[in-house]
């Protein structure tokens, strides 16, 4: 990982996001980008006052952040919406990953119509959603896994990511029969089909695991009953975990103005950083 690219709004929150990208760019040797986006619906005079500071308040926090000691870093002052320039710095700059705060507030704050949420929606980068101040490396890593390409391309990422992290390789699945048995069904049967449903699952985890090469780094796997998020969820808060990877699906049309629930439960309710890509 050669090129990353931080967008701040310099808030409290994007403080936390440019320490990690600071962090990932030390420990990667990699060239970091830092965009900051003045809104071009602000009275032209604002915006200009806006402008003419945003770039030494952003390296000022830099060198608090480090003590003085950072690699040198790019900063771009730009006028516009927010997730239109940073997305048009990600692919000028070819960014291998974005990085950005959470936002914080209530449900529907906290994601939709958030910078965050458009940004994830409309592009193809990796997005690190930035919840915590880092402390260290990323050390222990959750992978939401479903068998699809997303989530095969989500985990390659996370591998680039944490390249020394512990990771855990979680599946989640609700039994058929859960639905269509009810009343007097025998144990005996249902504990026959669930076995037969973990071995299908092992399967597939193989081939999944076939399918990212042969230098995988330490992992578990993890196959849980219940609905992804929920599994994804606990299995972080339970290692516990630093970091969650999840792939989105992409989408067109009317679903693709939605994360979907998965991601938006994720990036709601996750107690540490969370990392979506999609193939």
Known sequence: MQRLLMATDLSPRSDHALARALRLAEQHGAELRIVHVVDDALPSHLATAQRAGAESLVRERVQELTGGKARPVTVDVVTGSASTEILRAAVAGSAE?????????????????????????ECHHPVL?????????????????????HALWAARCGFRIAPAAEFHLVHSYVPPIAVFLTGNVHAQARELHVRELNRAID??????????GDRLPPHHRHVVEGSASEVVL??????????????????????????????????????????????
Not at 129 to 149: H, M
Not at 203 to 212: G, H, N, V, W, Y
């Open 203 to 212: 399967e597939e985890m193989s081939a999944f695991l076939a399918r990212l």
């Open 97 to 121: 990953l974005i990085v950005i705060g959470a936002h914080r507030g209530g449900k529907e704050g906290a994601l939709r119509g958030s910078t965050a949420e458009r940004v994830i929606r």
């Open 234 to 279: 606990h299995e972080a808060v339970r290692l516990p975990a630093d970091l969650i990877v999840a792939g989105t699906h992409g989408r067109t049309g009317v679903a693709y103005a939605l994360l979907g629930s998965v991601a938006e439960d994720l990036l709601w309710q996750a107690p540490c950083d969370v990392l979506l890509a999609r193939a």
């Open 129 to 149: 959603v930035v919840r915590r101040a880092p402390e260290a490396d990323y050390r222990r890593v959750v992978i939401g896994v479903d068998f699809s390409l």
